[in-house]
T-cell receptor, first 116, second 114 residues
Framework: AQSVTQLDSHVSVSEGTPVLLRCNYS??????LFWYVQHPNKGLQLLLK??????LVKGINGFEAEFKKSETSFHLTKPSAHMSDAAEYFC??????????????FGTGTRLTVIP | DAGITQSPRHKVTETGTPVTLRCHQT?????MYWYRQDPGHGLRLIHY???????DKGEVSDGYSVSRSKTEDFLLTLESATSSQTSVYFC?????????????FGPGTRLLVL
């Protein structure tokens, strides 16, 4: 079975300091993993995805994530937070099917607050 | 941004009334999905479609039905709305080939059932 645990429901950082949003996953398959961001009253936007290529994945807006199989983790990082990064972030695992419709399993989200 | 629109964007209805939400895509993607988003739960899959007239249930399908008569449209129906169906509903699509796993989301529909 697939599942995702986001270890922090809320993270607060000062502008210009590093961001770390933690995610652990469980998967019966070789997983595909995603991070999505949701700004207030908006839809979800794909930040980055891991699909068994390079373990360090670079995404949009300076975010990156590292897939660590031994730790079953896929933490999201950014060297320097910007005010526009304030949003809700979701870690997501795919059910592993490489053909056909893929079911996604969402974490419960981490709300990132950026303090000026 | 993926060409996905949802209508209506906001709706208030009363318990027991039928409600239909529409998702429209201009990407000609085969796969379409309906999710609901509730505090503390992330997004949960309601139903999905893998082609015209081909649909299947997701994790939280009770009380919902779907239809897909054209590639571009995927309808979600609440036959008799209940207060527990108050939520934000998102449609998503996924495309061919290696992009199949990646889902792109619409702007959402906020539904309030009184």
């Amino acid at each position: 079975a697939q599942s995702v645990t986001q270890l922090d429901s809320h993270v607060s950082v000062s502008e210009g300091t590093p961001v770390l949003l933690r995610c652990n996953y469980s998967s019966s398959y070789s997983p595909s993993l995603f991070w999505y961001v949701q700004h207030p009253n908006k839809g979800l936007q794909l930040l980055l995805k891991y699909t068994s290529a390079a373990t360090l994945v670079k995404g949009i807006n300076g975010f990156e994530a590292e897939f660590k199989k031994s730790e079953t983790s896929f933490h999201l990082t950014k060297p320097s937070a910007h005010m526009s990064d304030a949003a809700e972030y979701f870690c997501v695992v795919s059910d592993g099917r490489k053909t056909g419709a893929n079911n996604l399993f969402f974490g419960t989200g981490t709300r990132l607050t950026v303090i000026p | 941004d993926a060409g996905i629109t949802q209508s209506p964007r906001h709706k208030v209805t009363e318990t027991g009334t039928p409600v239909t939400l529409r998702c429209h895509q201009t990407e000609n993607h085969r796969y379409m999905y309906w999710y609901r988003q509730d505090p503390g739960h992330g997004l949960r899959l309601i139903h999905y479609s893998y082609g015209v007239k081909d649909t299947d249930k997701g994790e939280v399908s009770d009380g919902y039905s779907v239809s897909r008569s054209k590639t571009e449209d995927f309808l979600l129906t609440l036959e008799s709305a209940t207060s527990s169906q108050t939520s934000v509903y998102f449609c998503a699509i996924s495309g061919p080939g290696q992009r199949m796993e990646t889902q792109y989301f619409g702007p959402g529909t906020r539904l309030l059932v009184l």
